[in-house]
């Protein structure tokens, strides 16, 4: 367990230096990464969906245990809204609690089946939300945590839109379990504001996809470093399933045709947005298809370089907002006395 430098309920439940999740990436979040996230003091979590066959996942999860040197770690798990037939989620929870893995980030669904078996294990739950309502929702049925993503998040932001800094500071007064905060999260006076909101810490993502640890293509990455905030667009509100992505081909046909046929279907859509074509753009580096999940913190990706390197400016620039907060402690200090 690391000594916390920022010490948050975050840091107290995952036993991290810094109050920082490197949250899930499909296709991305494997050994190597979530390791390289251990060791510079944050916790990260293999995305189990990487991984569709169980002896697959144990491996990675026994390879990442090696790696992390010690450091904690967890299993993402992404399930779909609803229950479908031949859907392997409790497998999948079985393997992890065998595995002796401390932690879990799910998202999706509501996981309150899963709940009692995980917490049987000694298992913590980090449930992330698109809105503070789910939030509230996650916390009334016993979760640990919960992160809630904003509107700037790539992925999926759910459906009510509400931005970043509002679910920061709205969700304190309405949860009673550490939360963090995530969407557009790139830069670390954005975590010391997320932190004096009342968040135990933040969920970063996209701009963790250029570190080094990464194995994406390195075209892939370089085109994140190019890109602004304004290079990302949103498609598949027309069936309840936002997504933000880098624009491309696909984003751009995908719009069209929700934009041109009304009643469109996943079905329909499926041809131009499996998973696959975007595990594709990682390995070979054409980010011009598939749906490729970025958030507005490309404003802040500026190179490719280790997740340490990464994590070391993000610190420096959160202890750089509190001494710009200097003055008003000083100030607050002073009225506080002459009252």
């Not at 920082?20 to 995305?47: C, E, H, K, P, Q």
């Not at 450091?71 to 065998?98: C, D, H, Q, W, Y």
């Not at 470093?225 to 984003?251: W, Y």
């Not at 420096?316 to 200090?333: D, K, N, T, V």
Request: aromatic content about 6%; overall charge neutral; some cysteine.
């Amino acid at each position: 367990m690391h000594q916390a430098d920022w010490p948050t309920a975050a840091t107290a439940l995952f036993g991290t230096r810094l109050p920082i999740v490197a949250g899930g990436l499909m296709w991305l979040s494997n050994a190597d990464y979530v390791a390289a996230a251990a060791r510079a003091g944050m916790i990260g979590f293999i995305t189990a969906a990487s991984f569709p066959e169980p002896g697959a996942l144990r491996a990675e999860i026994r390879r990442c245990r090696e790696l992390c040197e010690g450091g904690p770690f967890g299993v993402n798990v992404s399930m779909l809204p609803k229950l479908v037939p031949g859907e392997k989620t409790r497998e999948v929870f079985e393997t992890i609690a065998e595995e002796g893995v401390r932690f879990v980030e799910t998202s999706g669904r509501n996981p309150e089946a899963f709940l009692p078996p995980l917490k049987s294990a000694g298992i913590k739950v980090l449930h992330k939300v698109p809105a503070v309502r789910h939030a509230v929702k996650a916390a009334s049925i016993g979760v640990d945590a919960v992160a809630i993503v904003g509107a700037e998040c790539g992925g999926h932001p759910g459906l009510d839109m509400v931005g970043t800094i509002v679910n920061a500071a709205w969700a304190q007064s309405r949860l009673d379990i550490p939360y963090l905060i995530g969407g557009g999260i790139g830069h670390g006076s954005q975590i010391a504001a997320a932190l004096a909101m009342g968040a135990a810490g933040v969920v970063v993502g996209t701009r963790f996809v250029v570190a080094d640890e990464v194995w994406a293509h390195a075209d892939y990455k370089r085109r994140l470093v190019e890109a602004q905030p304004t290079d990302t667009g949103l498609c598949m509100q027309s069936i309840g399933n936002t997504v933000r992505t880098l624009r491309n081909e696909t984003t751009r046909a995908v719009q069209a045709l929700e934009a041109t046929q009304p009643g469109v279907t996943i079905q329909d859509l499926m041809p131009l947005v499996s998973g696959q074509i975007g595990r594709h753009a990682y390995v070979s580096g054409d980010w011009s298809k598939g749906l490729l999940s970025a958030g507005h913190a490309l404003a802040f990706v500026d190179r490719l370089e280790p997740l340490a390197a990464i994590v070391a400016r993000l610190e420096a620039q959160m202890r750089e907002a509190l001494r710009r907060l200097a003055p008003f402690s000083i100030l607050h200090g002073a009225e506080a006395r002459r009252s």
